[in-house]
């Protein structure tokens, strides 16, 4: 290391007060006031198996004694550029649930029970109070799929991003008894295909979305079914933990698919069996108003919008044929309005998925 004597024998130059990180835009004092601020969040989601709260160099946490032979899944993801509407809307406060949902969703159809989150918050310029907003969603998020919140990652990152925006990433591991796996092998002919509502587009295809909305000049204020444009490109993805894991303790369940990009093709594809094809009626359920606004305002093909877009289902249980009524009326009690979309068929070698009217 050079001492103070050296450098000046060389001829640098120093200044009357010294160098701060501060002074190079982090603020490590901010960044500590912030982990406390967000630690009774983290507080509200504590679940059986925490070992440890927020602030240490990692998160500790117990599998629950109830798994016998438990396999551990994970799952990451972020919202993508479904942020750009939280920066332009100025609104933080549920963009943080969308982060929990997409990767809660997706542990959860692999017959899981999600356990606990941590979350990456990256940032130009730490706002305390939009950081807090977007930690307060993610907690509601937890909550709702009764994970855990157990640790994260703040990053303040001079010049990386623009005044005012942020980038979100997420990560879930959950548990699930190794003999209940659901991967897809147990799908059969005859199978029915239950369908539970999407809340939205979810976090999926703002790309598109923001094409379209850039192109036609639209102001997000624009009244659609009763609710201004931008407020419901904000709607929170839906987090299917609770009914689906009830669904999951009641019955036999041979598949999920939680319907994210690639929509319901591209999603049942992933967990069908060679020589099946999930055959589905699209007259089973109506488009939601913002799909429908999506594609009248645009030259988006039918089909391009089913490849793109949830349409409107958010997930996919497959049942058999026997146990339909019981899965329906089960996940009615718990609060979802599902219904019946199509059915398993004898298929090609890859499987496939055919969209019929």
């Known amino acids: 290391m050079f001492s103070l004597q050296r450098l000046k024998s ?24 912030f982990v406390e601020a ?24 117990e599998i629950p004694a109830k798994f016998k032979r438990p396999v551990l899944v994970s799952g990451t993801d972020g919202v993508g550029t479904k942020l750009k509407y939280a920066f332009e809307l100025n609104r933080h406060d549920t963009i943080g649930v969308d982060l929990v949902a997409m990767c809660v969703n997706d542990v ?20 305390p109070e939009v950081a807090t907003a977007v930690m307060t969603g993610i907690g509601e998020g937890c909550r709702q799929a009764g994970v855990a919140l157990i640790g994260g990652e703040t990053a303040e990152m001079p010049g990386m991003y623009p005044d005012g925006e942020y980038d979100l990433a997420g990560f879930c591991v959950g548990a699930v008894e190794r003999d209940r796996i659901l991967d897809g092998s147990a799908i059969k ?38 609710r201004p444009l931008g407020e419901q490109l904000l709607t929170p993805t839906r987090i299917y933990v609770r009914p689906v894991l009830d669904l999951l303790d009641a019955l036999p369940v041979h598949g999920l698919a939680h319907i994210t990009g690639g929509g319901l093709p591209g999603n049942l594809r992933r967990i069908l069996p060679p020589g099946t094809r999930a055959v589905i009626s699209t007259s089973a359920w109506q488009w939601p108003p913002i799909f429908r606004w999506l594609a009248e305002q645009s030259t988006v093909a039918t089909e391009e919008m ?11 249980a497959v049942v058999a044929e026997d146990t339909v009524n019981a899965a329906l009326a089960r996940l009615e009690a718990g609060g979802e309005n599902a219904f019946v979309i199509g059915r398993i068929e004898p298929g090609p070698e890859p499987s496939d998925v055919r969209l019929t009217d």
């Open 10 to 33: 060389t001829g640098t130059r120093l200044s009357n007060s010294s160098l701060t990180y501060r002074d190079a835009g982090v603020d490590i004092d901010a960044g500590d006031a």
């Open 38 to 61: 967000i630690k009774p969040i983290a507080k509200r989601t504590l679940r059986d198996g925490c070992l440890s709260g927020l602030g240490g160099f990692g998160g500790l946490f």
């Open 108 to 127: 959860l159809v692999q017959g899981a029970e999600p356990l606990f989150f941590l979350d990456y918050f990256a940032t130009g310029r730490l706002s």
């Open 189 to 226: 002919t005859g199978d029915t295909l239950i369908a539970l509502p999407a809340s939205g587009p979810h976090a999926n295809g703002y790309s598109l979305i923001r094409r379209i909305v850039t192109d036609r000049a639209v102001n997000l204020d624009v009244t659609l079914a009763g």
């Open 306 to 316: 089913y490849r793109t877009f949830n349409c409107g289902i958010g997930m996919v």
